[in-house]
């Protein structure tokens, strides 16, 4: 497992085996976990940060960190049908 996956994992603990089965099998789940580990990473980034527009980056980062985590989600769900693990 990757540091992507992990980031996932850690938000969706209980859908590990349909995130390991979403990531083997689909490129756009694995985009979208690409998308939300970097979008994680510059959240924690920024929020240490001192730079003037630190705020601002923490704002517009924990926004894209939270329409990620809810289209992981809505694709766990419409998986869930299908996927019983």
């Known amino acids: 497992m990757n540091d992507t996956e992990n980031h996932i994992n850690e938000r969706f603990p209980d859908q590990k085996h349909a995130i390991d089965r979403l990531v083997a099998e689909d490129p756009e789940f694995l985009a979208l976990c690409g998308d939300y580990?970097?979008?994680?990473?510059?959240?924690?980034?920024?929020?240490?940060?001192?730079?003037?527009?630190?705020?601002?980056?923490?704002?517009?980062y924990r926004t894209l960190v939270q329409e990620l985590e809810e289209e992981?989600?809505?694709t766990l769900i419409a998986l869930?049908?299908?996927w019983s693990g």
Do not use: D, F, G
Not at 39 to 53: F, I
């Open 37 to 60: 580990h970097a979008c994680v990473n510059a959240l924690r980034y920024w929020a240490e940060s001192k730079a003037p527009e630190a705020k601002t980056r923490v704002i517009e």
């Open 72 to 74: 992981i989600k809505q």
């Open 80 to 82: 869930k049908p299908w």
